[in-house]
């Protein structure tokens, strides 16, 4: 079965201080993952997939097939990172996104 | 290119009547996505359609629910003698067609209350 998972439902950090969202997942398979984001009264948008291997923002994700884990992190948090974070994954080109529950981040100055 | 669009952004219906939602893919995208959002939880798949086709409904509850991506027109969330239970953001994606395109982009949503 599908399924992603992040054990933390609400993450205070202050500012300047280092950051990891955790994301574990199931999938029998080569799953992509990936991390949305979605701040305050905006939208949900992509803020990065594990096949670009880039650095969006400050924040980095690896895949670690082994832990079957995707964290995000970011060397120092800004007060504009607080927002709801979700990873997600898919089996393959145009099939649809299995979600974590998310986890808020809250930035304090 | 304004983006998935989705309206109404709030939809109020009493326990009976119909919800339709609606949902314009980005231009040139032939792929759409609903999402269900309870509250405390996340973002939930329903289905994905392409230009008049059902591609998978695995998500779509059996009764009362349905969707369709006409061929000229937005896509429609149909939703038929609403109960509390289906208060929720409904989301939308769309995502271009071709293989290797993964990425989805989202609707603002539309948050349905059922009073």
């Known amino acids: 079965a599908q399924r992603v998972t992040q054990p933390e439902k609400l993450l205070s950090v202050f500012k300047g201080a280092p950051v990891e969202l955790k994301c574990n997942y199931s999938y029998s398979g080569s799953p992509e993952l990936f991390w949305y984001v979605q701040y305050s009264r905006q939208r949900l948008q992509l803020l990065l997939r594990h096949i670009s291997r880039e650095s969006i923002k400050g924040f980095t994700a690896d895949l670690n097939k082994g832990e079957t884990s995707f964290h995000l992190k970011k060397p120092f948090a800004q007060e504009e990172d607080s927002a709801m974070y979700y990873c997600a994954l898919s089996g393959h080109s145009n099939t649809p996104l299995v979600f974590g529950k998310g986890t808020r981040l809250s930035v304090i100055a | 290119n304004a983006g998935v669009m989705q309206n109404p952004r709030h939809l109020v219906r009493r326990r009976g009547q119909e919800a339709r939602l609606r949902c314009s893919p980005m231009k040139g995208h032939s792929h759409v996505y609903w999402y269900r959002q309870l509250p405390e939880e996340g973002l939930k798949f329903m289905v994905y359609l392409q230009k008049e086709n059902i591609i998978d409904e695995s998500g779509m509850p059996k009764e009362r629910f349905s969707a369709e991506f006409p061929k000229e027109g937005p896509s429609i969330l149909r939703i038929q003698q609403v109960v509390r239970g289906d208060s929720a953001a409904y989301f939308c994606?769309?995502?271009?067609?071709?293989?290797?395109?993964?990425?989805?982009?989202f609707g603002q949503g539309t948050r349905l209350t059922v009073v």
């Open positions: 994606a769309s995502s271009p067609p071709g293989v290797g395109n993964t990425e989805a982009f």
